[in-house]
């Protein structure tokens, strides 16, 4: 893995993205991200995370509102995106081929391109209409990660939890990262 996108959008779980994007830059892996507004403003609240400061925090950060960015061109190289956490509002675009956005366009590209697009959601409860979308963007493809961590490596802190979500992302991806103790 060389070069990732990580969108981030309004569903609370920014430090899920935020722990993911420190350990794929410890393994040398460009990060390339796009913010929701909503996004920024969760990010913020969550986390005490600006766009300055997360600007400071990645490769590149590009505007939402950017749609000719380089992440939107099937001709930027990368090896996968994520979507972490993914708003219901954002699954049902991709889900629908709605790209009204950056965020959405480059989920689109990475579909239509065969590459690797991660989405972790984190909604709950869920109505028929998100898990239709959700089952419509599995059989696109897409890997759907609920933020639903495990409580077998025996969590002691939230930092914990978030590693466990982190390190399942990574597997998936297949970078190596001993974030949590695996099941024995």
């Known amino acids: 893995m060389k070069k990732i996108i990580v969108g981030i959008t309004g569903a609370s779980g920014s430090c899920y993205a ?3 994007i420190e350990v794929l830059l410890e393994r040398g892996i ?31 950060l590009y505007p939402n ?27 049902g675009a991709i889900a629908h081929g709605v790209t009204d956005d950056l965020l959405s366009r480059a989920a689109d590209v990475t579909l ?9 959601p984190r909604e709950t409860p869920m ?18 990660m609920p933020a639903a961590p495990g409580f077998y490596h025996r969590p002691k802190t939230l930092d914990d939890l978030v ?4 390190g399942k992302i990574l597997d998936r991806l297949g970078i190596e990262a001993e974030l949590y103790t695996r099941w024995r």
């Open 30 to 60: 460009e990060v390339h991200a796009v913010v929701t507004e909503s996004g920024l403003r969760v990010l913020d609240y969550e986390c005490g995370i600006t766009a300055e400061e997360l600007a400071r925090r990645v490769t590149v």
């Open 65 to 91: 509102a950017d749609v000719g960015a380089a992440i939107a061109s099937g001709s930027f190289r990368m090896d996968a995106m994520i979507v972490v956490p993914c708003s219901m509002k954002t699954a």
């Open 127 to 144: 109505h028929e209409i998100h898990l239709e979308n959700l089952l419509r963007l599995a059989r696109a493809g897409v890997i759907v």
């Open 163 to 166: 590693d466990m979500m982190a």
């Open 112 to 120: 239509k391109e065969g590459r690797r697009l991660l989405l972790v």
């Open 18 to 20: 935020i722990r993911l």
